[in-house]
């Protein structure tokens, strides 16, 4: 069946710092891929997504591309910042608009 | 745009009690909402799918008549847990998706619910 994988956390960084998470996908056919946020104490944002292959979503300086090739849909940010701390879950969509969702990577960014 | 509420955010209860939870959409019709259930340090785990006017879909090893989900309007969707154990305590999550504004695909959660069983 469909699959997400996605790098355990927790992810420690300084503020200004390269971020990558990891995630691969496994999926008959071609999914579209998600990355959601959820900060603290709140429900789950979507923060960009993709829906074929080599789309590259981006928002808030957050940027992840479709690989179909590797099956996987990193995300990574030039500079993190304080306030990006959270929980961030990349997940792909299958039949019915369903959803499958990686275990979420913590975020911890320290000053 | 695109809000989700659920209502309420955190709720203790008795064993062998029944709990509901809602989940409205705000300002967007929702044609179609998802229930999900989040263990600690665990990713959602979907519950089941339903449509307005339909009987909800339930996801393989969710059992319907524990775990019953209402959905009679565009806005409002419900899940009652009835009789309620310690191990149904866990972080339940809606989501919903309609077709305003060009947003039928995408899923808005709601900020999810701490169910709590004593």
């Known amino acids: 069946g469909n699959s997400v994988t996605q790098m355990e956390g927790p992810v420690t960084l300084s503020e200004e710092a390269f971020l990558t998470i990891n995630c691969t996908y496994t999926?008959?056919?071609?999914?579209?891929l998600f990355w959601y946020v959820q900060y603290p104490g709140e429900g789950l944002q979507l923060l960009l997504k993709?829906?074929?292959?080599?789309d590259k979503g981006s928002n808030k300086g957050f940027e992840a591309t479709y690989r179909k090739e590797t099956t996987s849909f990193h995300l990574e940010k030039g500079s993190v910042q304080v306030s990006d701390s959270a929980v961030y879950f990349c997940?792909?969509?299958?039949?019915?608009?369903?959803?499958?969702f990686g275990t979420g990577t913590q975020l911890k960014v320290e000053l | 745009g695109a809000v989700v509420s659920q209502h309420p955010s955190w709720v203790i209860c008795k064993s062998g009690t029944s709990v509901k939870i809602e989940c409205r959409s705000l300002?967007?019709?929702?044609?179609?909402m998802f229930w999900y259930r989040q263990f600690p340090k665990q990713s959602l785990m979907l519950m089941a799918t339903?449509?307005?006017?339909?009987?909800?879909?339930?996801e393989q090893g969710v059992e319907k008549d524990k775990f019953l989900i209402n959905h009679a309007s565009l806005t409002l969707s419900t899940l009652t847990v009835t009789s309620a154990h310690p191990e149904d305590s866990s972080f339940y999550i809606c989501?919903?998706?309609?077709?305003?504004?060009?947003?039928?695909?995408?899923?808005?959660f709601g900020p999810g619910t701490r169910l709590l069983v004593l």
């Open positions: 300002d967007f019709q929702a044609t179609t």
């Open positions: 339903s449509n307005e006017g339909s009987k909800a879909t339930y």
């Open positions: 993709a829906t074929k292959a080599d």
């Open positions: 997940a792909q969509r299958g039949g019915g608009n369903k959803l499958t």
């Open positions: 999926a008959t056919g071609y999914p579209s």
């Open positions: 989501s919903a998706s309609g077709e305003a504004l060009g947003i039928q695909e995408t899923q808005y």
